[in-house]
T-cell receptor, first 112, second 113 residues
Framework: RKEVEQDPGPFNVPEGATVAFNCTYS??????FFWYRQDCRKEPKLLMS???SGNEDGRFTAQLNRASQYISLLIRDSKLSDSATYLC?????????????FGKGTKLSVIP | DGGITQSPKYLFRKEGQNVTLSCEQN?????MYWYRQDPGQGLRLIYY???????QKGDIAEGYSVSREKKESFPLTVTSAQKNPTAFYLC????????????FGSGTRLTVV
């Protein structure tokens, strides 16, 4: 099983739609989780951290399910500007260091 | 404003030539990282450094070298031993507390000509 897995998509959704991405991770000791957004030919940028209690930032909601080892990102009322690749990132600590593992990303295209 | 600066933005290398990619941060972050991204692929870790004068190999270190003589700087050299160097290279850094996430530079796109 890969360490961090995401559905690569692409997800093609109309403007105004609600779309959800999931990301599964294999190491139960993983401690920090993030969603990053990467636009074409640009660097990844932090979208939001993910907490067990869930967190919301405007149209974006992130959830963590430790029991099932997955995190999710929900985007409501999709905008054209949401079109990007969304990367799931998992941080695991061990032996005095932190290991950062990226999913391969899920591509979202919001169409008019 | 604090951030990470990568240069150059675009770099062309001839076969058999070594090139060095620059990464400088003024965030006072201890840890710095180099990743490679190929089209349609995820990020793969090349090297990382947790403190000055110390660095560790990542998953794909062969054909690359790094140094960490200053906290602010973590240059990556792509040597002639790297057989397929054309890729998008990203430098990142993080604070001591990983829950704050990682900050990325804007990347260097390297092409072998």
């Amino acid at each position: 099983r890969k360490e961090v897995e995401q559905d690569p998509g692409p997800f093609n959704v109309p403007e105004g739609a609600t779309v959800a991405f999931n990301c599964t991770y294999s190491n139960s000791a993983s401690q920090s989780f993030f969603w990053y957004r990467q636009d074409c030919r640009k660097e990844p940028k932090l979208l939001m951290s993910v907490y067990s209690s869930g967190n919301e930032d405007g149209r974006f909601t992130a959830q963590l399910n430790r029991a099932s080892q997955y995190i999710s990102l929900l985007i409501r009322d999709s905008k054209l500007s949401d079109s990007a690749t969304y990367l799931c990132v998992v941080i695991t600590s061990g032996a005095g260091s932190y290991q950062l593992t990226f999913g391969k990303g899920t591509k979202l295209s919001v169409i008019p | 404003d604090g951030g990470i600066t990568q240069s150059p933005k675009y770099l062309f290398r001839k076969e058999g030539q070594n090139v060095t990619l620059s990464c400088e941060q003024n965030l006072n972050h201890d840890a710095m990282y180099w990743y490679r991204q190929d089209p349609g692929q995820g990020l793969r870790l090349i090297y990382y450094s947790q403190i000055v004068n110390d660095f560790q190999k990542g998953d794909i270190a062969e054909g690359y070298s790094v140094s960490r003589e200053k906290k602010e700087s973590f240059p990556l050299t792509v040597t002639s031993a790297q057989k397929n160097p054309t890729a998008f290279y990203l430098c990142a850094s993080r604070d001591r507390e990983p829950s704050y996430g990682y900050t990325f530079g804007s990347g260097t796109r390297l092409t072998v000509v």
